[in-house]
């Protein structure tokens, strides 16, 4: 018998099966086989949220949550944060491979020259509210992009496909900062081509009424290191949401935008903003007792923000370097008062039994969200600092998806619960 099999059987029929055990895993179609009789349509395998399911083969992202490694194409997080750029590391989650000086600057150049939007995109978000969230608007900015680039339709074409790509990559800074700007009332800012990607970015957000004003070296390089972090994060929620949308072979805009409403939400990109809440309410050191109870409580559903992960069950490799890079920020900055009761939060978590247990650990959302309110954004922009970068993220696992093979449109099965072969009642019978 091969060693490499899983012997079942089933006790329904008496019948014996193996099936093949590849890369840790059965194949789910492999189960259809078991059936009680002819009519029966075979086995199925149930998994709320896909909690022990792989959807996909990818060699984009590497993550071993017990160890808390995490690997770009190979490559370990902290020293692609140490020594690399954003969009280094987006050539490499890309193309699978650290650029040549040659590459990196044609990469580079492309994408600052497809940071603009066409000029009806600013009418589209001057008809939101003036205190419209910023993901909201990006959401349906991005969605709204699909129009402007018909031919995005054609994803089998490389060349097309990759052109979206570059676009998405370049004008999700710009999005965002003017969807930033609208929220503060002030006029957009163009982009200037002689930045680079962050500066730019930072630029276009904060620059007001100076228009040599440059942000500090140091927050840029602190924003591209938080860039760095969360480009990619192998199959999470949002990234799920694009390759299923992307399934029906629907254009790269239209999948990316349901990766940002994926994203917004609490439990995954929006927890950044929900840290913030969570340490504001706090209020003080002396209350964080007091908070975690309720937590252990489960006071009204209250969770430790920014603490947790499906995968990790130890250290986020993520959080540890944001932790660091906070101590850069705040030299600049000064330090956020709301860092002291986010380290004792972390001091009493990490020694208490109720999270010891459930290998609950900071994740990448409970340091970031202190970096990005000590460089003056708003903690409804928080999110939209997270879809940036992640944007490279989405469109690489949304052509691998593409291009691989085994890969079809998603359409899960269910099992029924509901009411069978009822008749019609007419209304006055009811
Ligand atoms: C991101 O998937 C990714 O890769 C995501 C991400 C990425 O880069 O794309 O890493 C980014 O989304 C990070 C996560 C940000 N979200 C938060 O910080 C929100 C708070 N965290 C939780 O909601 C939670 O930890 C999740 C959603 C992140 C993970 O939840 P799971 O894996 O579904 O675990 P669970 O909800 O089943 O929790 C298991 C137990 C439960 O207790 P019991 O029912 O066993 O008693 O742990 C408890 C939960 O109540 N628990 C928490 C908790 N997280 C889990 N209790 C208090 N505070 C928390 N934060």
């Known amino acids: 018998m091969a060693n490499d099999t899983l012997s079942v059987t089933d006790n329904r029929t008496g019948k014996k099966f ?8 059965i194949r789910a179609m492999d189960l259809r086989q078991m059936k009680t009789d002819a009519e029966d349509f075979g086995l199925m395998t149930y998994d709320p949220a896909f909690m022990n399911t792989a959807n996909c083969k990818s060699a984009i992202t590497f993550i071993d949550g017990d160890k808390g490694i995490l690997e770009y194409r ?25 650029p040549s000086k040659a590459q990196l600057e044609e990469f580079t150049t492309k994408i600052t020259h497809h940071t603009y939007v066409h000029e009806n995109i600013k009418q589209f978000m001057d008809g939101f509210r ?6 909201s608007m990006l959401a349906s900015t991005v969605a709204a992009l699909s129009s402007f680039y018909p031919e995005a339709k054609q994803v089998k074409n490389k060349e097309v496909r990759r052109n979206q790509m570059m676009r998405l990559i370049a004008k999700m800074p710009t999005l965002a900062a003017f969807s930033y700007r609208h929220s503060q009332g002030l006029p957009y800012i163009y982009p200037n081509n002689d930045l680079s990607y962050t500066e730019n970015f930072l630029t276009m ?6 228009p040599n004003w440059r ?37 790269p805009y239209s999948a990316v935008a349901a990766g940002i409403t994926a994203l917004y939400g609490p439990l995954h990109g929006g927890a ?31 969770k430790l923000m920014g603490f947790g992960h499906r995968v990790y069950k130890n250290y986020d ?24 009761i986010a380290v004792e939060l972390e001091r009493i978590a990490l020694q208490d039994e109720y999270f ?75």
């Open 18 to 25: 193996e099936l093949k055990i590849e890369n840790g895993c």
């Open 74 to 98: 190979g490559y370990p997080i902290d020293q692609l944060a140490e020594k690399s750029s954003h969009l280094e590391t987006s050539y490499l989650l890309m193309n699978g491979e650290l």
């Open 130 to 135: 003036y205190d419209a969230h910023p993901m």
């Open 205 to 210: 957000v904060k620059s007001i009424g100076k």
């Open 215 to 251: 942000p500090h070296p140091a927050l840029v390089r602190a924003l591209d290191v938080l860039f760095i972090l969360h480009a990619d994060h192998e199959q999470n929620c949002s990234t799920t949401s694009v390759r299923v949308v992307g399934s029906s072979e629907v254009d």
């Open 272 to 302: 950044n903003e929900a840290v913030l809440r969570m340490l504001r309410e706090i209020g003080d050191k002396k209350n964080v007792p007091e908070f975690i109870k309720k937590v252990k409580d489960k006071d009204g559903d209250k």
């Open 317 to 340: 490799p993520r959080a540890k370097v944001i932790k660091k890079a906070c101590d850069e920020v705040f030299e600049v900055t000064g330090k956020n008062p709301l860092l002291d």
């Open 356 to 430: 010891v247990q459930r290998k609950l650990y900071p994740n990448v959302d409970f340091y970031s969200g202190l970096i990005y309110e000590a460089m003056g954004f708003p903690m409804e922009f928080f999110t939209c600092l997270f879809a940036i970068p992640r944007t490279v993220g989405w469109v690489t696992q949304f052509e691998e998806m593409i291009t691989d093979n085994e890969q079809k449109i998603a359409r899960p099965r269910q099992i029924f619960t509901g009411p069978r072969k009822r008749d019609y009642v007419m209304l006055d019978k009811r």
